[in-house]
């Protein structure tokens, strides 16, 4: 990630999540934090880890809870950074992030996985992960074209990627049979005007 890229998006992160106090007061935010040391990305980390666990465990809206609290901790730690933990703090933001983006998509909050991922993709286009989340967000907002659009770019990106590869072929499939449906409907129209100037030729 450039550097420059990386700070710009830190400064968008910190806008987003820093303006919201950071409490502590749940036993899962103590929980994760008591097992690690004083180190500020270790803390986030713990909570990350946390937030990945619940995610295996279908726990969506517990595991967004961890990712916000560590977003905000990051915001936090932010404030104190140095130049040399500049590559540190900005992946794991960015992962943060499109861990955000995963829950939000998993609770069919769409147009929250879609800011998110917009947000990433701004400062990192050839982000992977972020393209096929918000495909995933696009396709369930039913912007279908948008989603094939977006998998795309990241199939070239990443051409082995199994959940890529799959997502786009199931998009590409619904395009088609949407494309066929509106192709019969248009068919089915028109035989019926015909049958209209049939019935009116006949009547005169």
Not at 36 to 50: G, T
Not at 181 to 192: E, T, Y
């Amino acid at each position: 990630m450039a550097s420059e890229s990386g700070s710009e998006f830190l400064r968008c992160f910190v806008f987003v999540h820093g303006c919201t106090p950071l409490v502590d007061d749940d036993a899962a935010f103590h929980k994760a934090l008591s097992q690690v040391d004083s180190s500020p990305l270790s803390k986030i980390n713990a909570l990350k880890d946390f937030g990945n666990n619940l995610f295996r465990q279908h726990q969506f809206d517990f595991a967004a809870d961890c990712y916000d609290k560590a977003c905000r901790l990051l915001c936090s730690a932010l404030s104190d950074k140095i130049d040399r933990d500049l590559q540190s703090f900005t992946t794991l933001a960015v992962s943060l992030s499109l861990n955000l983006a995963a829950c939000a998509n998993k609770l069919h909050a769409f147009d929250g996985a879609l800011i998110i991922c917009s947000m990433v993709l701004n400062f990192f286009p050839r982000n992977a992960k972020a393209l096929f989340r918000s495909a995933v967000a696009l396709r369930g907002l039913n912007r279908l074209a948008e989603a094939k659009c977006a998998l795309e770019k990241a199939i070239l990106i990443e051409p082995h990627n199994r959940d890529v590869v799959e997502q786009l072929e199931e998009v590409r499939n619904s395009l088609f049979y949407n494309q066929s449906d509106q192709h019969k409907k248009f068919l089915g129209s028109s035989l019926c005007l015909q049958d209209v100037d049939v019935v009116v030729s006949s009547a005169v």
